[in-house]
Each structure stands twice: as structure tokens, then as C-alpha cells.
């Protein structure tokens, strides 16, 4: 059911790319928007995890790293994907305050994880390998493959809208005429764009499901979204990601603006409603509230995750 609603969407947005075309200019523009489609996509699926991967200037993480920390957080990836049946992916580590991590790649077989310093810094243990249980999750269920095939769709969208309002206007002829050209340049990204963020929101519920099995910890990861989610609601700027706001539906939560309920325009579900189907799924007493937002300007250290003692009640108690 999962894979029948993502593959719904995408035909949504696959149409929605080739009646743009077709407004602007018929069946040769259809064919034409076809076309630029499939290279940008092409070149998408054989080095997506490259491009991603240099935008944040990732550093796969070698055997011998002298930070106690990125040795336990590798160490912990390749024995849940091994556990998990599934190919090694490439580890890496991104220079950031912002606890986030992402996934990306075309294929298991061609995969790459990303956890940032500040994630690192600011879970323990148990609440990084599930975050990262959640990343292969993604893997394992191809939402990478997807996440940038929807992108680059989407983006191609917005291009052919303004490419109609910069050749299209005067051409009467054109089907739809000049009301539709002022359509096409208005609502066609918004659609597009509704669409993409339909499939990231869809695929998170999906990925958290998988990433507590594969971690075997759901109380860890509910811990863990809170966390992460309270710091980015805190007002910090993540530059990066703001340079490449394109890249936002891939990371665990939103790098760029933690928003309060599921609505049409945010990539990722609210944390709480996310909280709250881990519950449902896996058992267990309601969530917690979700924890006060951190006021610090580096996220506090906690040691090569030893389990500090007097911690407070996870999401199960």
C-alpha cells in the first residue's frame, strides 16, 4: 500500500510535468519537456549521491578516526545494515551545530549515510543508532531514488512555467491562450511542489516504521526525533541547508524550519504526529511532551555515549 500511494503521486506529478508541456506547446512541447525530463533524471540517478554529498562538503568517515564518537557511530551503521541484510553503505560525517542526518544514493548498492557533528554531540548512543536505523530504512526502502527523482521533476516543473512566461504570452494560439500561460506560471510549481512534499511527508511514517525495526529501539528514535526537532525550532540558522533548501525533504527533520502540525507546505510530518504513530505501532504508553528547546548555542557533549545517569523518562517512560 505504501509503495502504491508513492507511485500514485509520482504518476500525479509525471502528468502534471507532461500537460505543462503540452500548454505551452503542444505535443512538440510535451515532447520536448519529455526529453529535458529524462536527462535531468538520468543524470540524477547515477550521481545523485555525489552532488548531495559535496553540497554539504561530507567526509566519509575512515576505520582509524581519532574521535571515539564517529568510530562508535560507523561501527553501529555497518552492523545494523549487516544485520539488516543489506549492502555496506558509504559513511560520512557532516561539519555542523545542527543535529540532523540524511540519506542518499540511487540504490542499496550505491547508498551513502550523513549524521552531522552536532548530532553526534547532542544523542546518546541508542538515540543515534536509531536515527541512523531510520536513514537505512530510507535505503532500504529506495525513498532516496524517489526523493530525487520527484525533486528533479518538480524543479523541471518550474522551469517550463518560466519558460511560458517568458516565450509564451503572446502566442494566442497556444492551447490555453494567454489565461492559461498566467495559470500554468502560477499554479504549476505550487502543485509540483505540494506533490513532492506529499511523497517526503509519506516516506518519513514509512522510514520511521522501518528504522525502529531496524534498530530495534522505537523509544530511542521518538527520543531522538524530539530532540533534534526541538533544537531546530529554536531559531539557529543552518546555512547550509539554506543554500540548498532543494535538499531539505531528505534529512531526518527539516533543516530549515521546524513547523507545528502537518500541513500542505511542510517536507516532513510534524515530530509529534510522528511520536505518536511509533507509539501506536510498537505499544507502549502515550509520548511524552516533547522536550523544552535548547538554549545553548553548541549542543552539550554527553561523552562516548555512556548512559547519563538520572536521565529523564524517554517517550514509554
Known amino acids: 500500500m505504501n509503495h502504491l500511494r508513492t507511485f500514485i503521486l509520482l504518476a500525479a506529478l509525471t502528468a502534471l510535468f507532461v500537460g505543462v508541456g503540452y500548454l505551452i506547446g503542444g505535443p512538440a512541447g510535451m515532447?520536448?519537456?519529455?526529453?529535458?525530463?529524462?536527462?535531468?533524471?538520468?543524470?540524477?540517478?547515477?550521481?545523485?549521491?555525489?552532488?548531495?554529498?559535496?553540497?554539504?562538503?561530507?567526509?566519509?568517515?575512515?576505520?582509524?578516526?581519532?574521535?571515539?564518537?564517529?568510530?562508535?557511530y560507523a561501527a553501529d551503521v555497518r552492523e545494523m545494515a549487516q544485520r539488516a541484510g543489506m549492502p555496506m553503505p558509504k559513511i560520512t560525517i557532516i561539519e555542523s551545530e545542527q543535529p540532523n542526518a540524511f540519506a542518499t544514493g540511487r540504490d542499496p548498492a550505491h547508498a551513502a549515510v550523513a549524521a552531522t557533528t552536532g548530532l553526534l554531540s547532542m544523542l546518546d548512543r541508542r538515540e543515534i543508532r536509531a536515527v541512523m536505523g531510520h536513514e537505512l530504512a530510507h535505503?532500504?526502502?529506495?525513498?532516496?531514488?524517489?526523493?530525487?527523482?520527484?525533486?528533479?521533476?518538480?524543479?523541471?516543473?518550474?522551469?517550463?512555467a518560466n519558460f511560458a512566461f517568458f516565450f509564451g504570452g503572446n502566442d494566442r494560439e497556444r492551447p490555453g491562450g494567454f489565461i492559461g500561460v498566467i495559470a500554468i506560471m502560477i499554479l504549476a510549481p505550487i502543485a509540483a511542489g505540494?506533490?513532492?512534499?506529499?511523497?517526503?511527508?509519506?516516506?518519513?511514517?514509512?522510514?520511521?516504521?522501518?528504522?525502529?525495526?531496524?534498530?530495534?529501539?522505537?523509544?530511542?528514535?521518538?527520543?531522538?526525533?524530539?530532540?533534534?526537532?526541538?533544537?531546530?525550532?529554536?531559531?539557529?540558522?543552518n546555512f547550509q541547508a539554506e543554500r540548498?533548501?532543494?535538499?531539505?525533504?531528505?534529512?531526518?527533520?527539516?533543516?530549515?524550519?521546524?513547523?507545528?502540525?502537518?500541513?500542505?507546505?511542510?517536507t516532513h510530518p510534524a515530530t509529534q504526529n510522528r511520536?505518536?504513530?511509533?507509539?501506536?505501532?510498537?505499544?507502549?504508553?502515550?509520548?511524552?511532551?516533547?522536550?523544552?528547546?535548547?538554549?545553548?548555542?553548541?549542543?552539550?557533549?554527553?561523552?562516548?555515549?555512556?548512559?547519563?545517569?538520572g536521565r529523564k523518562p524517554g517517550p514509554w517512560g
Open 31 to 72: 515532447m520536448i519537456a519529455l526529453a529535458i525530463a529524462l536527462v535531468g533524471n538520468l543524470i540524477s540517478y547515477w550521481n545523485a549521491d555525489k552532488i548531495v554529498l559535496s553540497m554539504y562538503r561530507a567526509q566519509e568517515v575512515p576505520a582509524d578516526h581519532p574521535d571515539a564518537r564517529v568510530r562508535a
Open 139 to 160: 535505503v532500504r526502502n529506495r525513498d532516496t531514488l524517489t526523493m530525487t527523482v520527484t525533486a528533479t521533476i518538480a524543479g523541471a516543473i518550474s522551469a517550463l
Open 194 to 237: 505540494l506533490v513532492q512534499m506529499a511523497i517526503s511527508r509519506h516516506r518519513e511514517y514509512a522510514a520511521d516504521e522501518g528504522g525502529a525495526e531496524i534498530s530495534g529501539d522505537p523509544a530511542s528514535l521518538a527520543s531522538a526525533l524530539q530532540k533534534i526537532d526541538a533544537y531546530a525550532r529554536g531559531g539557529r540558522v
Open 244 to 266: 540548498n533548501p532543494a535538499t531539505a525533504h531528505m534529512f531526518i527533520i527539516n533543516p530549515l524550519l521546524g513547523r507545528g502540525a502537518d500541513n500542505l507546505f511542510s
Open 275 to 309: 511520536v505518536d504513530a511509533l507509539a501506536r505501532r510498537f505499544g507502549g504508553r502515550p509520548a511524552a511532551p516533547q522536550p523544552e528547546i535548547i538554549k545553548s548555542t553548541r549542543p552539550r557533549p554527553t561523552g562516548p555515549w555512556e548512559q547519563p545517569s
